[in-house]
């Protein structure tokens, strides 16, 4: 099974800052990655597909890099409302895992 | 309104078995591979089952394979999941999520909640 590393597991960082998150899988799985937002007491929601294509609606401060084994959300200019748990989700080969999740608080 | 309705949870004794439902409305939902995601309580995700939009192809996780069964019926644009052998580490908050062809769980329901506890 493909394992997914992600961290760091929290951070905090201030309003207008740039953050970045990071996913690690255990094996190359080329560019099948997304990006997941979960608000509290909410449903995940998802932020970019296929490792750097934003998801209709989702603004533009988000972005994804990455391909292979090594991939990045970054978060330019941190705003309050993007206080939340980020998750990255593998998809390749009929298989899906999960990273364990990075909480953003905001100072 | 495009939306997922999930509905079936509750407290189950460990051992016993429960069927979870998901309702689609307002999007083609036979275009659709289907999935369950589960998310314990304070935990992270954990995906649990996909089915094609056909049925033809379906895939468990390692931790429910044997244990669970995904199904659907395109007729009446729901989503099932039937859990047998309940273990009290299935407890968790069970979402449905459609697979976008893009590559993603587009849409979610607000997920139905399992506690396995004797």
């Known amino acids: 099974a493909i394992q997914m590393t992600q961290s760091p597991s929290s951070l905090s960082a201030s309003v207008g800052d740039r953050v970045t998150i990071t996913c690690r899988a255990s094996?190359?799985?080329?560019?099948?990655l997304g990006w997941y937002q979960q608000k509290p007491g909410k449903a995940p929601n998802l932020l970019i597909y296929t490792a750097s294509n934003l998801q209709s609606g989702v603004p533009s401060r988000f972005s994804g890099s990455g391909s292979g084994t090594d991939f990045t959300l970054t978060i330019n200019s941190l705003q309050p409302e993007d206080l939340a748990t980020y998750y990255c989700?593998?998809?390749?080969?009929?298989?899906?895992?999960f990273g364990q999740g990075t909480k953003v608080e905001i100072k | 309104e495009v939306q997922l309705v999930e509905s079936g949870g509750g407290l189950v004794q460990p051992g016993r078995s429960l069927r979870l439902s998901c309702a689609a409305s307002?999007?083609?939902?036979?275009?659709?591979?289907m999935h369950w995601v589960r998310q314990a309580p304070g935990k992270g995700l954990e995906w649990v089952s996909g089915?094609?939009?056909?049925?033809?192809?379906?895939d468990y996780a390692d931790s429910v394979r044997g244990r669970f069964t995904i199904s659907r019926d395109n007729a009446k644009n729901s989503l099932f999941l039937q859990m047998n052998s309940l273990r009290p580490e299935d407890t968790a908050l069970y979402y449905c999520a459609n697979w976008d062809y893009a590559g993603g769980f587009d849409i979610w329901g607000q997920g139905t909640m399992v506690i396995v506890s004797s």
């Open positions: 089915i094609s939009w056909d049925s033809d192809r379906i």
């Open positions: 094996q190359d799985i080329r560019n099948d």
């Open positions: 989700l593998q998809h390749y080969n009929y298989s899906w895992t």
């Open positions: 307002a999007f083609t939902f036979e275009d659709y591979a």
